[in-house]
């Protein structure tokens, strides 16, 4: 029987997932898909890939199912994640940024936003009282429709908001996606993944 491969990697699903197997291959691993494009969990090579929503890659590298994983800075600062970051892989490049209708001006009462913790945080530190409500997806749904007065929320391209008119007021945290490890991975199976940390700051100049 074939032996299992000897790391396994947590990756956001989706475009994001792309890029990673990119940089990973450059970086050297074996990695197929081959027919496994929908597949939650499978052996692709060099590795086991296990996909998820980009929120729980922390989790997984953290509790030690995953040895490490690809995942965005805003949702490590988010997450509150101690995880080891040894590499910016220098894409998903996005901010998060407080958001408000363009024009609007005075102080905010309520402040939507799928990162509470980033957005309350933020708003301490301006000195806001704006209570914050949390919210899954379409963010900015939330100032066109009077939930809230801001939101702190992902811009990538400025497309949305230009569509919805609205304005970028702050910039909160310039993001990246990150190569994070498991401590503890990091020293039993450093064989493996020094040299691909090595070899992926090599390609990001990181
Ligand atoms: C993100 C984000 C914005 C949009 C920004 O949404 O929440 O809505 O992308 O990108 P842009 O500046 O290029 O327009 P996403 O599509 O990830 O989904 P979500 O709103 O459901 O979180």
Redesign the pocket.
């Known amino acids: 029987m074939p032996e299992d491969p000897a790391l396994t990697l947590a990756l956001p699903k989706g475009r994001v997932m792309q890029e990673a197997l990119r940089l990973l291959r450059a970086a050297g691993m074996r990695l197929e898909l081959a027919g496994a494009e929908r597949a939650l969990r499978f052996d692709a090579g060099d590795a086991t890939l296990i996909v998820m929503r980009n929120a729980d890659v922390p989790t997984y590298v953290e509790l030690g199912v995953a040895d490490a994983g690809v995942v965005g800075k805003d949702v490590l600062a988010e997450a509150g994640s101690t995880l080891y970051e040894p590499v910016d892989l220098g894409i998903a490049a996005c901010r998060l940024s407080l958001i408000r209708p363009r024009g609007a001006t005075g102080a905010m009462a309520r402040v939507a936003s799928?990162y509470p913790r980033t957005a309350a945080d933020y708003l301490r530190r301006k000195g806001s009282t704006a209570e914050v409500v949390k919210l899954a997806?379409?963010?900015?749904l939330a100032c066109l429709s009077g939930l809230a007065d801001a939101v702190v929320?992902?811009?990538?391209?400025?497309?949305?908001?230009k569509a919805n008119d609205l304005e970028e007021v702050d910039v909160i945290l310039e993001s990246s996606a990150r190569f994070v490890v498991n401590r503890a991975a990091l020293k039993l199976k450093a064989e493996h993944l020094r040299p691909l940390i090595a070899a992926l700051r090599d390609l990001t100049g990181d």
């Open positions: 799928k997806g379409n963010v900015e929320d992902v811009v990538q391209t400025g497309e949305t908001l």
